[in-house]
């Protein structure tokens, strides 16, 4: 099983479940912003404990790696539990969409885009992907989510939504690190 054809089973499962869901993180930026290689695939989804025991069914061992424990742990935490793929060694990081209103609002304006050929998915916008970024840098420090964002501003800087991000930056406590991003992308 490739990544792709692992993400598209997770996307029809979540869709067939009509579980909101949208793909974020490196896969999302990618699409946005720079080509780099990624085995993370970071999907959020709008998961209740209702939803749980039917999820699990679509990924039976040992085909698949799911600890029911881990996914009740993470609807109850908002949390995040994996999928596993062993004969690939593919995972998909599941994130429960946590109950803020930045959280609702980014699940809400998800968009629909090409995920492979003759299927389409739902997306993280290219705004909340950086504020995401930018929250993940402020609590690990990793320089490579400052590089997602700055590959983001060049590849779809016209079409990110500046003031969006300034308003929710402030908000989110994240207003000097995304100055200091502008500032080190050229765009002041």
């Known amino acids: 099983m490739t990544q792709a054809e692992l993400l598209r089973y997770v996307v029809e499962t979540l869709e067939e479940q009509e579980i909101p869901y949208m793909i974020g993180g490196s896969q999302a930026a990618v699409y946005y912003g720079e080509p780099r290689f990624?085995?993370?695939?970071?999907v959020v989804a709008g998961l209740g404990p209702a939803q749980i025991h039917a999820l699990l069914a679509r990924f039976p061992a040992p085909d698949f790696y799911v600890s029911g424990e881990a996914a009740r742990?993470?609807?109850?935490t908002r949390g995040q539990f994996n999928i596993i793929h062993p004969a690939s060694g593919l995972k998909i990081d599941i994130f429960v969409n946590r109950d803020t209103p930045y959280d609702r609002l980014r699940l809400e304006r998800r968009r629909r885009l090409p995920l492979v050929p003759g299927?389409?998915?739902?997306?993280a916008r290219a705004e909340d992907v950086i504020l995401y970024k930018l929250i993940y840098y402020r609590d690990g420090q990793s320089e490579l989510h400052l590089r997602d964002v700055i590959g983001i501003l060049r590849v779809s800087g016209d079409e990110v939504d500046s003031r969006y991000i300034t308003e929710w930056a402030e908000r989110l406590g994240l207003g000097s690190l995304w100055d200091a991003v502008l500032k080190r992308a050229g765009h002041e």
Do not use: N, P
């Open 119 to 123: 299927r389409d998915a739902w997306f």
């Open 73 to 76: 742990e993470a609807v109850e």
């Open 38 to 42: 990624t085995r993370d695939v970071d």
